[in-house]
């Protein structure tokens, strides 16, 4: 897919899926594209992730890119005045601001590429990720492969206790799963929960 070439270069690109399937290994990959093309690039993230590191997203696979840790989509707008390229990543954990902000930027002719999971472990629509699908030209899913099955996973499952829905995915709280196995996941723990309740 050449995402590159458009008469009007404003517009927004999403790359969503569940961990471990390569959302931010491929928004690396397209900001390196547009450097390559000598292209002002400027990549933002939510300042609540410091998984890795705070200047850099770096994805699993341990590639990286310079990044900017903000509080709030309105920062993004302020601090990105004179590019041609927006990466966002970890969108998911943005509020529901996040999409006009993408939006005013494609207006203005700047070309935004927004990564995030699109659902949380629950499988339900995470944040502002399913409004930007909407109003996005573009939209990727990508996949993890299930570690019960071996098929293409699109859910997240975790695998702690810790409700917080910001904790951060880490290989030992989350698996990926199809849907057929998360939906036996998700039935063998009520059932356990059940139990442990009489
Ligand atoms: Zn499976």
Redesign the pocket.
Known sequence: MLLEYTKHRGRIEVICGSMFSGKTEELIRRLRRAEFANQRVEIFKPALDTRYSNEEVVSHEGHSIRSTPVESPQTILLMAGDVDVVGIDEAQFFDGSLTDVCRTLASQGVRVIVAGLDMDYTGRPFGPMPALMAVAEHVTKVHAI?V????P?QYSHRLTEDARLVMLGEKESYEP??R???EQAEAEESKRSDGGTR
């Not at 019960?148 to 098929?151: F, W």
């Open positions: 299930c019960r099955c071996g098929d996973a799963l199809c057929h196995c998360f």
